[in-house]
């Protein structure tokens, strides 16, 4: 339950840093709260998750599924550049995410 948890706390991190764009420097109010309300969450997630699982393993997971995330939806919804160079760096965080999940005793 902890790994979905902490996914889930991954996903409300893509959610702020989305909403960071689109609120403008914190200029247009919706896109600003939806940002603070993710970014709730999302803290909130990953302390919960932090309950069963290494520190270290649950930071990296959180930040590498925002990461990887948020670059996707960056070049979906923004037309961000996307080349090889980033896919194997976004592979290698996944692989990361992977091996992490793998070593780690819970």
């Known amino acids: 339950m902890s790994w979905l948890i902490l996914f889930l706390a991954g996903l409300f991190e893509m959610g702020w840093a989305i909403g960071l764009k689109y609120s403008e420097g914190f200029t247009r109010i919706w896109p600003s709260v939806w ?15 932090m309950k069963n699982l290494p520190v270290g393993t649950a930071y990296a997971v959180w930040v590498g599924v ?14 961000d550049p996307i080349n090889l160079p980033r896919i ?3 592979g290698l965080i996944v692989a990361g995410i992977i091996g992490l999940k793998l070593a780690s005793p819970d």
Request: glycine share 16%.
């Open 66 to 79: 925002g990461a990887v995330g948020t670059v996707i939806l960056g070049v979906y919804l923004f037309g």
């Open 35 to 49: 940002t603070a309300v993710s970014m709730l969450i999302s803290v909130v997630l990953l302390g919960l998750a």
């Open 88 to 90: 194997i760096s976004m």
